[in-house]
């Protein structure tokens, strides 16, 4: 069993900063990408940034120098770093892992956390 558990979501006002953390746990032999999405009121949960066990990133375009994914592969955490937030970065940030359990096999399992609510005041 693998669990993620975000934190640091809250209320900031326009052109402030938040760093949102999430940590996978359990039975993992190997997390390949880790991700953060988010979904805002009445809108379809879309990809916000990610990164590979090597490094490589994706940000949506929307994003882009403004959020900075990184993670701690010692750790099995990944962070998002938000800087100059708008309004419209509003909504319910989810992690996600593309996990290799230790239960054996090769075949990675994609796992959700349970989210954390940002927003952005104007």
């Known amino acids: 069993q693998v669990q993620l558990v975000e934190s640091g979501g809250g209320l900031v006002q326009t052109g402030g900063s938040l760093t949102l953390s999430c940590e996978a746990s359990g039975s993992i032999f190997r997390i390949n990408t880790m991700g953060w999405y988010r979904q805002a009121p009445g809108k379809q949960r879309e990809l916000v940034a990610a990164?590979?066990?090597?490094?490589?990133?994706y940000y949506a375009d929307s994003v882009k120098g403004r959020f900075t994914i990184s993670r701690d592969n010692a750790r099995n955490t990944v962070y998002l770093q938000m800087n100059s937030l708008k309004p419209q970065d509003t909504g319910v940030y989810y992690c996600?892992?593309?996990?290799?359990?230790?239960?054996?096999?090769?075949?990675?399992?994609?796992?959700w956390g349970q989210g954390t609510q940002v927003t952005v005041s104007s």
């Open positions: 990164i590979t066990s090597g490094g490589s990133t």
């Open positions: 996600n892992a593309d996990v290799v359990p230790t239960s054996g096999g090769t075949t990675a399992y994609v796992y």
